[in-house]
């Protein structure tokens, strides 16, 4: 497999050169060369770390199968506290979801970032890479940790990460101050997650800021999901999960089922669609969108503008306004690199464009604050089944959908990670102190506090940083050479 940038589809690169260099040098996505078509068919049956196995086989062929099985155990072992990984939980014959929390770090990320590190250790050997590595990621909050959990302690690579100041919820704070490991730290910047990203794709893009950074001896990288090695893992989990309910008998393989998935920066909205690209038979792909329904609107109109207040919400891994990701799904619908600069242009020139809406085959709706509460205290009283506010965003668009047969929805964070959204939707009172909202959501899930949740009240907290966006490049020097 080869790969290009969604701008340029001429000059090819490694998988391991891709997922080192993290954003092609014209500042386009890298993409694969092809999809190609598998038949699932014969895949009913395998496990995770199987399937896993022969999806990085074809994504990033440069590696040995020795190589692959070696990261795959270390990425999917007992790091996740369940042995399936991403198990369903079906909550009636017809909707489930796709439990995506069972890593170290409660949420969707960890499927990804406790394999790209691995991933990254073999390029970096593959390609005789001398350099230590810097990884500079913004994060709305679950990315952040999820890297930080990923590299700690991976020698040579060093983690800096960007949240909104004020923008994330308390328990992710807690996760990004309290850390294991000096290689990995988290700053925060006044703004939002959209200021964030914009900063950390400036510096990818500023000569000078590269040039001090090999001096200080490290050439740069991205774990956030414009990192083709963060989305080729997470195809697995639809893959697996179809696979498992053609197991359970929930439908014959070739059936189609729908997905519901909560969007931010459309990484895993666009793992489905490449998934459904190579043969896996999903039916409808709906995204799901919070009052930040910049996405939303564009699916429905074929206008993408990004002009509109940042709000924000219970469910701030979604509160996006500019989704890198749109430009691969874009490239993959129309694969004309010409075409895609003058879009980029356009966003970047006027924070909006517009194309014919013909080519899009996703649907899309959004959801408020109220039925998000509505969302999770219904799902709670019906079935005794707690969903953090980003599922619940994805729940209340089944109805909105109009979607009926097997749906699955993408439940992307465990309910620790944002109490205070569901005790309030349960009316519940929420305590002072999180730890006594653990206990709380723990009585309500009737199932046991995990170990990570614990762990985060016995680890040393670090003081929090807040910079500027102006500050940012001083803060990673005034970081690196602390180490
Ligand atoms: C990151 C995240 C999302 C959004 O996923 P994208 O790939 O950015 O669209 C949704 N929910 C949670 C809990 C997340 O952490």
Redesign the pocket.
């Known amino acids: 497999m080869k790969y290009h940038s969604t701008r340029n589809n001429n000059d090819l690169f490694s998988p391991s050169e891709a997922v080192l260099q993290g954003l092609a040098p014209d500042g386009g996505l890298f993409v694969p060369q092809e999809l190609p078509k598998v038949d699932f068919a014969t895949w009913i049956g395998l496990d995770y770390q199987t399937i896993a196995k022969r999806i990085f086989k074809i994504f990033f062929s440069d590696l040995s199968d020795q190589i692959i099985a070696e990261i795959v155990s270390a990425a999917y072992g007992d790091n996740f506290d369940d042995p399936q990984i991403v198990p369903v939980h079906l909550i009636d014959d017809q909707i489930g979801f796709l439990e995506l929390?069972h890593g170290p770090t409660l949420?969707?990320?960890d499927l990804a970032l406790q394999f790209l590190p691995h991933l990254m250790q073999a390029a970096k050997k593959q390609l005789h890479f001398e350099q230590d590595i810097l990884i500079l990621t913004a994060t709305?909050?679950?990315?952040g940790k999820?890297a930080m959990e990923g590299f700690a302690g991976v020698e040579h690579f060093k983690v800096i990460v960007f949240y909104p100041h004020n923008g994330v919820s308390s328990f992710q704070k807690r996760q990004m101050l309290c850390r294991d490991y000096d290689n990995v730290r988290a700053i925060a910047l006044r703004g939002d997650f959209d200021d964030c990203q914009r900063g950390v794709k400036q510096l990818f893009s500023d000569q000078e800021f590269a040039g001090e950074a090999a001096t200080a001896g490290y050439a740069l990288s991205s774990a956030n999901?414009i990192n083709i090695g963060r989305l080729i893992p997470?195809m697995i989990y639809y893959i697996n999960s179809y696979l498992q309910m053609v197991t359970a008998n929930c439908l014959s393989y070739g059936e189609p089922i729908s997905i519901v998935?909560?969007?931010?920066?459309?990484?895993?909205?666009?793992?489905a669609c490449y998934a459904k690209a190579m043969g896996l038979p999903l039916g409808r792909i709906h995204l799901a969108a919070n009052q930040n329904n910049v996405l939303a609107d564009f699916l429905q109109t074929g206008i993408y503008d990004s002009n509109r207040p940042l709000v924000k919400t219970s469910?701030p891994?979604?509160d996006?306004l500019v989704?890198s990701?749109l430009e691969r799904y874009l490239y993959l619908k129309k694969p004309d690199s010409e075409w895609l600069k003058s879009l980029m242009r356009d966003l970047n020139v006027s924070g909006k464009f517009q194309i014919d809406p013909e080519i899009l085959d996703l649907t899309a709706s959004w959801t408020d604050e109220n039925e998000t509460s509505i969302a999770i205290n219904q799902v709670y009283q019906s079935y005794e089944y707690l969903i953090?506010p980003?599922?619940a965003v994805a729940y209340s668009a089944i109805a909105k959908a109009g979607l009926t047969g097997l749906t699955l929805v993408?439940s992307?964070?465990s309910p620790y990670?944002f109490m205070e959204k569901i005790l309030s939707s349960l009316d519940k009172e929420i305590p002072p102190d999180d730890r006594q909202s653990i206990e709380t959501i723990a009585e309500l899930s009737g199932q046991g506090i995990p170990q990570t949740v614990s762990k985060l009240w016995r680890l040393p907290q670090d003081k929090e940083i807040v910079i500027s966006a102006d500050q940012m490049a001083k803060a990673i020097f005034d970081n690196i050479k602390r180490k």
């Open positions: 929390w949420a969707f990320k709305s909050g679950d990315t999820a999901s997470q998935v909560p969007t931010g920066n459309f990484g895993n909205i666009l793992a469910s891994s979604m996006i989704a990701n953090d980003h599922t993408a992307t964070a990670k």
